[in-house]
């Protein structure tokens, strides 16, 4: 597996736990190769044993060392892992033979290969390889260790002084070599392999439904408050339903007066960081009072509050929120001002209604929104923002709503874009804590 450049987060992340693993068990594999190479120096038969398993650790960890750099730097990672399994096999046929030569060699029955600790150093191995949450490493690992134990196995019977015999005694023993014993333990290694590698199989479809949570997690963050968050993760079918429900919400736009004409002298970059500014500016004011992104529309934010649950205070959050947009520009224009730059203004409309709520628009397409009559008046009342010259305007369903406290003046009813009927606006100058 090679890094993504270009692919989806939840790839990234995936990714990014293939490598923790693989780093783990790198980790392991060095341990074992330090521990081993230390017990043959208190426990070996000769001085030849001692020294072929330090150069044989020696080699092993100088390759580990490289897998290691190569996970640190994100790079050919299924390359290290492949290595890391071929690192196993060696060490597996290594030390019998080894062992084979430090006690006699040609002058000790080669049968006694198979009655070493092979069977279970090669059981543990394949056990270790599932920590990369990658099934294909214990499969490799299976499939070589029983190569391993076939060679061996011809070798002994290559041997005429091997004596095949039934006798349990006899052939573990003794001198004797019980060939149903080695093929059992060659079928027990690739059932062992089968097995790690299905529950690893099971453990990477868990870790990849989690990352696909966090992503989506992640995603939700983007255009809900951390505490809708937490209820819309406890019932995720909810939201990725298709279709929607009817409920009343309210709905706020907030946009930069003048954008055009503000930025057409800018340079690009300017736009976007001024753009970026005001907007995580909003945001800000939104997710403080609860309330939902629903969209980004140019220098415009379009915004929910009552989505996916209303309350009964949405209406008056909104109005918060929409006053803490204006305080948060104050902030932006002083900084503004203080580098010579132009002051800028915006617009913030708010009203209150009947909704469409739910995932909207065709399958590959599906987007968590608002439709309805109450979307297009909150937009319509942006142009009066303009019209009227005020920063903060409410349609009377928010004024009615709202609890005392609030700085609120009646304007005169203005016509909308798209509508016969005149709407009742009230500017917003301020409210109690």
């Not at 594999?29 to 230390?38: N, Q």
């Not at 529950?199 to 992640?218: C, G, I, K, M, P």
């Not at 706020?252 to 753009?275: H, K, N, Q, W």
């Not at 001002?337 to 590959?364: F, K, T």
Request: aromatic fraction near 6%; glycine fraction near 8%.
């Amino acid at each position: 597996m090679s890094q993504p450049s270009q692919g989806s987060r939840s790839e990234a992340l995936l990714f990014e736990r293939e490598c923790r693993g693989l780093r783990l068990l790198m980790q392991v594999r060095i341990a074992v190769v330090i521990g081993s190479t230390l017990v043959h120096w208190l426990i070996g038969y000769s001085l030849f044993e001692k020294l072929a398993a330090t150069a044989l650790g020696a080699l092993s960890l100088a390759v580990l060392a490289g897998c290691l750099v190569l996970l640190a730097r994100r790079r050919a990672v299924a390359l290290a892992g492949l290595v890391g399994c071929a690192v196993d096999l060696a060490v597996l046929a290594a030390l019998p033979a080894i062992w084979y030569q430090s006690v006699g060699g040609d002058a000790v029955p080669p049968a006694y290969l198979l009655k070493t600790q092979i069977t279970t150093m090669t059981l543990s191995v394949v056990v270790l390889n599932g920590l990369a949450i990658r099934p294909l490493y214990p499969l490799v690992v299976a499939a070589g260790a029983v190569v391993i134990h076939g060679v061996l196995l011809a070798y002994a019977l290559a041997d005429p002084r091997t004596e095949l015999t039934a006798d349990f005694v006899y052939a573990v023993m003794g001198p004797g070599l019980s060939q149903a014993f080695v093929l059992t333990s060659m079928m027990t290694v690739a059932l062992t392999g089968l097995a790690v590698a299905y529950v690893t199989l099971v453990a990477r479809r868990t870790v990849t439904q989690a990352v696909r949570l966090e992503v989506t997690n992640s995603q939700l963050g983007r255009y809900f408050s951390p505490g809708v968050v937490a209820r819309i993760a406890a019932d995720a079918d909810a939201l990725t339903a298709s279709g929607g429900r009817t409920q009343a919400v309210a709905v706020l736009f907030c946009d930069i007066r003048g954008f055009t004409p503000l930025t057409e002298a800018m340079a690009s970059a300017d736009v976007v960081a001024l753009l970026s500014r005001f907007q995580g500016a909003v945001v800000e004011a939104v997710f403080a009072h609860g309330g939902t992104v629903d969209k980004f529309i140019g220098d415009a934010v379009m915004a929910t509050f009552g989505t996916p649950d209303p309350a009964p205070d949405d209406a008056e959050r909104a109005v918060r929120a929409g006053l803490a947009m204006t305080a948060a520009l104050a902030e932006l224009n002083g900084e503004r001002e203080r580098a010579g730059q132009r002051p800028i203004r915006h617009g913030v409309s708010i009203h209150y209604g009947p909704v469409i709520a739910g995932n909207i628009g065709p399958p590959e397409r599906l987007e968590y929104t608002v439709i309805g009559d109450t979307v297009n008046v909150a937009s319509r009342m942006q142009d009066a923002c303009k019209t009227l010259n005020q920063p903060l305007l409410i349609s009377a369903a928010v004024r009615e709503r709202l609890p005392d406290g609030f700085t609120v003046r009646e304007l005169a009813a203005q016509s909308l874009r798209g509508r016969r009927a005149a709407v009742q606006l009230y500017a917003v100058d301020g409210a109690t804590a």
